[in-house]
């Protein structure tokens, strides 16, 4: 029970219409300065790879999520990968291969296809035409990069720690705590629709 794979001298299927992320949930209070570098950084020819660190509820994940709302124009072709668990991160990577043709037989074991996933991903993302724009949300293990090929794709990752361990971005922005006047402004702002 392997990947179906497409007859000799055809491309593999492909996700037929773009794909972008909904507008977070959460609203993002206080990061407008952060949000505004980003889509000027996008703006910009060259690599587009943005890293985002910083503690716990700092709005690392809702910056990302509405910095590439923001960016659905530019950049229509946009998946999200949960990084939180090994788990969430295998199963976030097999919904963006199969946004991307991925098919597999049911009968194969969970550690097969996990294999699999990667091994379509690396050639798949490598070849395709196309230009996405991939969100990995609370990467852990710089490592876990390896499968998207940096030379050819946006990225926007969200981490708690600082180091990236030799992996170079284009952007990095470090997401600090706020003054308390400054937060509770900023909230105070966002509920009066920016008046003050």
């Known amino acids: 029970a392997m990947l179906h794979e497409a007859p000799q001298g055809q491309p593999p299927p492909r996700a037929k219409t773009a794909h972008w992320l909904s ?5 993002l209070v206080g990061r407008d300065e952060e949000l505004q570098q980003i889509k000027t950084h996008f703006q910009n020819p060259g690599p587009h790879h943005v890293y985002i ?3 716990s ?39 963006l291969a199969t946004a991307l043709g991925f098919n597999v037989e049911t009968k ?19 070849s395709t035409p196309r230009r996405l ?10 490592e876990d990069l390896s499968v998207i090929p940096l030379d050819r794709h ?11 361990k030799g992996v170079e971005f284009s952007l990095t922005l470090p997401l600090l705590a706020f003054r308390t006047a ?13 008046k003050h």
């Open 23 to 27: 507008r977070p949930q959460v609203e």
């Open 182 to 194: 400054d937060s509770l402004q900023a909230m105070v702002n966002a509920r009066m629709g920016g």
């Open 57 to 95: 509820g700092m709005g690392k994940s809702t910056l990302a999520g509405e910095a590439a709302f923001q960016l659905r124009d530019a950049l229509p072709d946009q998946h999200m990968i949960s990084c939180t668990t090994p788990e969430t991160l295998n199963s976030s990577l097999f919904v």
């Open 154 to 164: 946006a990225i926007i990752v969200t981490s708690l720690s600082q180091n990236h």
């Open 133 to 142: 724009l991939i969100v990995m949300d609370d990467l852990r293990r710089v």
């Open 53 to 55: 660190w910083g503690d």
């Open 108 to 126: 194969m074991l969970k550690d097969e296809r996990d294999a699999a996933v990667k091994k379509f991903l690396c050639e798949n993302l490598r």
